[in-house]
């Protein structure tokens, strides 16, 4: 039923990315929700197995219908997903949704001036102010609906049944 869950979210994550938010250009960034998917099911995730290999289906998927290049986006989300994954639990007094806030907006921003530097050769600060910052703080924006939902859905807590002892 798990994978069952996992798989229908990658394909509506998928279906929206590509329908909807490939046509909106919000202050000319292109919001990317798989991106957001991935890092809120790396930071809800207790196995580092399940928790990669949904983020290599997000980085095959939006290298292959996302325009990118393929294997710079799955080198991306791969070793984006080994250190989010590793570095989740710290600080550990501090909830999963500022975690995955600041994971989302730091990985976005990295993501858009790791492609513009790769395909431009070039980097400038005009294309952090028009295109990094805008995506990244639309993409945190993005999270915040997203992990919500995510962890209701799929991550929720099971309820521990107390014993009376009387």
Request: net charge positive.
């Amino acid at each position: 039923m798990r994978n069952f869950k996992i798989f229908l979210w990658i394909f509506a994550v998928l279906l929206i990315q590509t329908v909807i938010l490939a046509q909106v250009r919000l202050f000319g960034a292109i919001p990317s929700l798989v991106l957001v998917y991935a890092v809120c099911v790396m930071i809800l995730e207790n196995e580092f197995k399940n928790a990669v290999t949904v983020s290599i289906i997000c980085a095959a998927a939006m290298g292959a219908l996302g325009g990118r290049g393929f294997v710079l986006t799955t080198l991306f989300y791969v070793y984006a997903a080994i250190l989010i994954f590793s570095l989740r639990d710290k600080p550990a007094y501090m909830g999963n949704l500022p975690k995955a806030l600041f994971w989302t907006f730091l990985t976005s921003f990295a993501a858009e001036l790791m492609y513009y530097a790769a395909v431009r050769f070039t980097l400038n600060a005009d294309v952090i102010f028009s295109d990094a910052l805008p995506t990244a703080l639309f993409n945190t924006a993005m999270a915040l609906a997203v992990y919500p939902l995510l962890k209701i859905t799929m991550y929720k807590e099971e309820k521990k049944k107390r014993l009376l002892i009387v």
